[in-house]
DNA sequence: AATAATATAGAACAAACGCTCGGAAAAGTC
DNA sequence: GACTTTTCCGAGCGTTTGTTCTATATTATT
């Protein structure tokens, strides 16, 4: 790993528990193990560190949504999912859970927009973008395919992804550990099936 | 109005923005209008200031838990709520959440607890506690009424909490204005009575 | 092996930081 | 009106901040 990755990975651990103004390039200096006017021949200055990382990080989470998540920005194509099953669910849920939470670039990222938000307005964009509006989107992708496949009901995909995704979002917030929150996700998607499974008309 | 209860009021502001580190005494006392020794005789250093502004809205906060929400901490007794229907829901929803969102003391301490939370032990308790705990308890004691009314399907209280608090929480974070939540808050709110209000069994 | 390019360290800079102090002004008490 | 208490201001303290500079190491290229 080079002296440049090596800053911006420590400098994001620091920022995300901190915040910009409560890490000082001597701190990162010192974290990285070399002294900080080593640091200017990587950046140019403090904020090019600050911006290095939202870069990177941006570009991680484009290549997730890509790869990981869903084609879900090409067309209404909903194959994707055909086979799937509210069965599937949890699984899958609890699978994309996990990386929001416990991937330590994303979880460092995440502290980082929420405490950045009111003092960068890039910042609460992305944060809005990332872990809300993508989020809902691929979820909605995924009820649609549902509602084809005549698994849940029929409503507006996207009304029924924030329902899906509030609670997530919550969990997300406020849960110290993976473990924590893991019996709480597991009885919100019990809840959700319950509440949108498709039932024969009586 | 003091001029210590000024300098809690500015410095709130600013804090809620820029957080702990990026705001300095002379920033507070500008903006309060007078030179930074002067900031010297109300409060004996600059954490005193930030320990003032949590003290004293959690004060708040337990007030209008106390008198504005609920004593559903006073046992059992959901005699209260007796003669609420699912058609207040919405009303009382909308009531509550406008005091968690355009209420100036309260916008600004939820902004104030949010970017501090990984810095500031307390705070981030403070936070689970008032933003998420004490809502799903509230929240939790009203679906108990609405339970034993008849008015929606019997489930645990708390678990109905959660979900109907997970959107709500996720709007008032992710959300830059009430105009632009309310309708969220609205057509959750309708999925919501969709999911639970009580049915006769088929 | 010689040369060029790059990374590092140490010293130093001005500016901003939290904070203290002594004296002037204001407010409150008798 | 004299006295005490509180509040304010300006100057200044030592420290930390972000950043620059120069000399020395390390690495890459020829």
Redesign the interface.
């Not at 995300?16 to 409560?22: I, K, L, V």
């Given at each position: 790993m080079t002296t440049k990755e090596r800053i911006v990975e420590t400098a994001l651990e620091l920022f995300?528990?901190?915040?910009?103004?409560?890490v000082s390039v001597r701190d990162i200096a010192r974290a990285v193990g070399i002294r900080e006017s080593s640091l200017y021949n990587h950046f140019e200055n403090k904020r090019a560190i600050f911006d290095g990382i939202v870069d990177v990080c941006v570009r991680q989470s484009e290549v997730y949504f890509r790869e990981s998540a869903l084609p879900f920005d090409q067309g209404d194509d909903t194959s994707v999912y055909r086979g799937i099953g509210l069965e599937h669910l949890q699984e899958l849920i609890e699978r994309t859970f996990r990386f929001f939470f416990d991937d330590p670039w994303n979880a460092r990222f995440r502290?980082l927009l929420?405490?950045?938000?009111?003092?960068e307005p890039r910042c609460r964009d992305i944060?809005?973008q990332l872990?809300?509006d993508k989020c809902i989107a691929v979820q909605a992708y995924i009820f649609s395919a549902l509602m084809d496949a005549g698994e849940i009901r029929r409503?507006d995909p996207l009304?029924?992804a924030?329902?899906f995704?509030?609670?997530?979002?919550?969990?997300i917030?406020?849960c110290d550990s993976f473990e924590e929150a893991r019996p709480?996700i597991r009885?919100?998607v019990e809840?959700?099936r319950k509440?949108?499974e498709w039932r024969p008309t009586?």
């Open positions: 995300s528990q901190r915040g910009y103004d409560g502290r929420l405490v950045s938000q009111y003092a944060y809005q872990y809300r409503e009304a029924v924030a329902e995704h509030g609670p997530m979002f919550m969990w917030h406020t709480l009885e919100h809840q959700f509440n949108y009586p």
